[in-house]
């Protein structure tokens, strides 16, 4: 099944630094993408699980939020890894997927949170809340390049993963620290 495209590729090789715009990045399970704060183990909500090996956002998302509340949010700005179009994302929790050599296993949803919102001085947890991304594992390596097809490949097998805090929930609550 067809799922879309990746439009942009973005990493950032210290917390709170902008992301850089690239046209290729290798995936590595257990790490993320190499040249990415997570990659390096750092990170404003950096921990030894899954969650950070890739973050991922649609394209349509920024446009409507853009178009509902006056907001622009350029890719890079979300702070996500890969910019995707033609993908509904939130249909990819507990599921794999492939990005280009790579194969994904979405893990939950990426909620916009207050961090992002300091890091870019605009008010989005509104009208991103639900269709802020997608955070996801690495199954497989290999290298994922803009212009990359998005295929669904199956649903997983096993404990489903479902809704738990995000890292912006528990800054909030005073259990993750920033950087």
Known sequence: MSGGRVV????GPEAKAPLASVAEVRAEPGRGLEGDRYWLGQ???WKREPDYEVTLIETEALETLAVETGVMLEPCEARRNLATRGVRLNALVNRQFRVGEAT???IRLCEPCGHLERLTG???RPGLASRGGLRASIVTGGVIRRGDAIEVERESRGQAVGPSKSACELETSGVVSGD
């Open 8 to 11: 942009g590729i973005f990493v």
């Open 43 to 45: 990170g404003t909500f």
């Open 104 to 106: 994904l296993l979405g």
């Open 122 to 124: 605009k008010t989005l």
